[in-house]
């Protein structure tokens, strides 16, 4: 009975969540359901890292206010909400600037976090390899430097000595400071070894074609990884579930290349994170052919190209070929319009007949609809990318496409 008792609790511990409200700024030329759609994606980061979300929040404004993000009435409101419910996390939309979250966690009565903080904890969770690690701690400790001020409010008290400096506090935060700039050096560092390390690896490969998959994150790119390579490649239902490039050799009827699975991409990636991640990018830099994977299913799928092609752009990957791949056909859905009725039709009324005729086939880019979970198409898919290898194989070795 005893050891029951003892039990109970650990068991129940175990299974609570953090129970969050999220905060967005609808700006002027946003449309609401817009917005939604991104705190939806807000709410996909916080259930994979584990919180559970009660309530949202929204605010039109021209832009978010430098000083509280949202006004002081709907700050106060939130505090209130926050203090009844015993909400325990805010959760913004945007990365929140030191000034900002120091001033907002004046009224809040629970943590605060930003969208950048969030990805990066659930980046630091979800890092498993030596390179994946240290590349996520950089760009955590480059996000906590300018931040640590509001990290020591509660030593305030404390100064002491001359005048207002000088106190315990002020020299706690400065060694503080002192301590992460030298791991970020010593960081750099240990990327820049790794980098190099991988540069000769790159180099070993020989010539080979090689071929990445590129997409926002949860698109199902590791899924169609895993049948090309016929590997098991971790896959997941949730954001970032790949921080680790994988590369693998696949051969199609004799003619071999490499293909390697990178880290998805999102609206609003922090830029620590770009900078940090760009060296694990190299293998899309060095991509003879992109496999852009795009979720079909997902409303908002052409924002989602559109964030994939900047990205791209930033990391010096825009001008590569690419074969759209739209997937996950299987879970596209769409609403029938009323005969009589007359309003422009919406992206839930087009059927994906509809969608396959509109600027998809209009665009300058090869693409291919199909499903890697239900395995659709995939022949096709299978066929299309070996005239795509053997083209780029046979401009490269010209004698040598009688193998082929």
């Known amino acids: 009975m005893e050891e029951n008792k003892r039990n109970t609790p650990v068991a129940a511990e175990t299974v609570t969540r953090e129970r969050a409200v999220m905060v967005a700024v609808i ?44 006004g002081p009435g709907k700050l106060e409101e939130i505090a209130e909400y926050c203090k009844e419910q015993e909400i325990d996390v805010v959760i913004f ?24 903080r969030l990805i990066l904890d659930i980046f630091l969770s979800r890092a498993r390899t030596a390179y994946a690690k240290t590349q996520v701690q950089l760009a955590n400790y480059e996000y906590m430097l300018p931040r640590l001020s ?7 008290r404390q100064r002491g000595g001359t005048g207002t400096r000088g106190g315990a506090g002020e020299r706690e935060i400065e ?32 010539a080979l074609v090689r071929v990445a998959l590129v997409g926002y994150t949860n698109v199902g790119k590791s899924t169609l990884m895993n049948l090309i390579s016929k590997s098991e490649v971790f896959a997941e239902n949730k954001l970032f579930a790949t921080l680790d490039t994988t590369v693998r050799k696949v051969v199609f009827d004799n003619l071999p290349f490499l293909l390697s699975d990178t880290v ?9 994170l770009i900078e940090s991640f760009k060296s694990t990018l190299d293998e899309v830099r060095e991509a003879d052919l992109l496999i852009h994977v795009v979720d079909i299913s997902h409303p908002q799928f052409e924002d989602q190209i559109a964030v994939v092609k900047q990205t791209l752009q930033e990391i010096g990957a825009g001008d590569k070929p690419v074969y759209l791949v739209f997937n996950k056909v299987d879970a596209y859905t769409y609403v029938e ?28 880019t090869p693409c291919i609809f199909l499903s890697a979970l239900a395995k659709t198409n995939l022949e096709k898919f299978r066929t299309d990318l070996y005239g795509m290898v053997r083209e780029i194989h046979a401009g490269r070795y010209p004698f040598n496409n009688f193998l082929y």
């Open 337 to 364: 319009k009323d005969a009589d009725d007359l309003t422009p039709p919406t992206r839930e009324n087009i059927s994906l007949d509809e969608l396959k005729r509109s600027w998809i086939a209009r665009a300058n």
């Open 264 to 272: 998805g991409f999102i609206r609003k990636l922090p830029t620590e």
């Open 175 to 206: 060694t503080d400071r002192r301590i992460i700039r030298n791991r970020i050096a010593k960081l750099k560092e240990e990327l820049k070894k790794i980098d190099r390390q991988m540069a000769v690896q790159r180099s070993n490969r020989g």
């Open 27 to 70: 700006r002027d030329n946003q449309e609401p359901r817009q917005a939604e759609e991104y705190l939806d994606e807000l709410e996909f980061l916080a259930e994979t890292a584990d919180i559970e979300c009660v309530r949202r929040f929204t605010q039109r404004l021209p832009q978010p206010s430098s000083r509280i993000y949202v």
């Open 150 to 156: 509001g990290l020591w409010t509660h030593l305030e």
């Open 93 to 116: 939309d945007d990365e929140l600037s030191p000034s900002q979250t120091r001033n907002i966690e004046k009224t809040m009565p629970c943590r605060i976090l930003d969208r950048t």
